[in-house]
């Protein structure tokens, strides 16, 4: 079992940056795929971007690429994500997390590859 605790949303004017943090408890952390996923109101949840255990494969959503990165730190047990350049459309609640995988370089994208989720931070963008 692994939990997941994210922090860092907040409010921003358009153009800013916020980073977020997901610490990650239980489990051996380096053994597992994380991504960051976000759900607008009224809308169905959407895949952000994702990095391998190893940290060597990331993958991310064609709008936020170049915006956004996502790294991790094995030690610290802690994935984060770096949003620059935000704009109005990036509002949501975004979601942290997890599931293991028997190769360092797997990746996963889809909501359902993911077993285990933070309970999300609202990230606010003004125009």
């Known amino acids: 079992q692994v939990q997941l605790v994210e922090s860092g949303g907040g409010w921003v004017q358009a153009g800013g940056s916020l980073r977020l943090s997901c610490a990650a408890s239980?489990?051996?952390?380096?053994?597992?795929?994380v991504g960051w996923f976000r759900q607008a109101p009224g809308k169905e949840r959407e895949f952000v971007t994702s990095?391998?255990?190893?940290?060597?494969?990331?993958y991310y959503k064609d709008s936020v690429k170049g915006r956004f990165t996502i790294s991790r730190d094995n030690a610290k047990n802690t994935v984060y994500l770096q949003m620059n350049s935000l704009k109005p459309e990036d509002t949501a609640v975004y979601y942290c997390?997890?599931?293991?995988?028997?190769?360092?370089?797997?990746?996963?994208?889809?909501?359902?590859?993911?077993?285990?989720w933070g309970q999300g931070t609202q990230v606010t963008v003004s125009s």
């Open positions: 997390a997890a599931n293991s995988a028997d190769w360092p370089s797997a990746i996963y994208y889809r909501a359902t590859e993911f077993d285990y």
């Open positions: 239980g489990r051996i952390f380096s053994r597992y795929v």
């Open positions: 990095m391998s255990r190893s940290g060597s494969s990331t």
